[in-house]
């Protein structure tokens, strides 16, 4: 193989790493998407049942192995702040995703290019 060749394999190489890279943490992003999807509805349940209660009924928080009395009010107002934090990590996490799909789509064509140049290239050193 003749230096031009050579030069378009290591790029060709080194471009596909990179797309493996980016597919890698894509797909770490969709996973932590599902799950803080899973962790809202959970959590909506949760305040959709508090939302049902009276206030003269008792709640109590899970705190290790033990039940602490805690106020509705204070409940309901600590399931809507975590409602609250996981919509921005939602929201975060699908705007890193669309950022990610475009620069797979970039890795992609990159991928394309060098591929047909490297074909090329092959073509022209053959006898």
Known sequence: ?????????????????????AQKEFNKLVQQQQLLDGQYNENKNVLEELQLLKP?????????????KQELEESKQNVAKRIEYINKELKKCTENIASLEQKQDKYRANL????????????????
């Open 1 to 21: 193989m003749d230096k031009e060749t050579i030069v378009l394999q290591r790029k060709l190489e080194s471009e596909l790493k990179n797309y493996k890279d």
């Open 56 to 68: 003269t009924n008792t709640v109590y928080k899970l705190y290790g192995p033990v039940l602490v």
């Open 112 to 127: 394309q290019k060098l591929q047909r140049q490297y074909q090329s290239q092959i073509a022209l050193t053959k006898p």
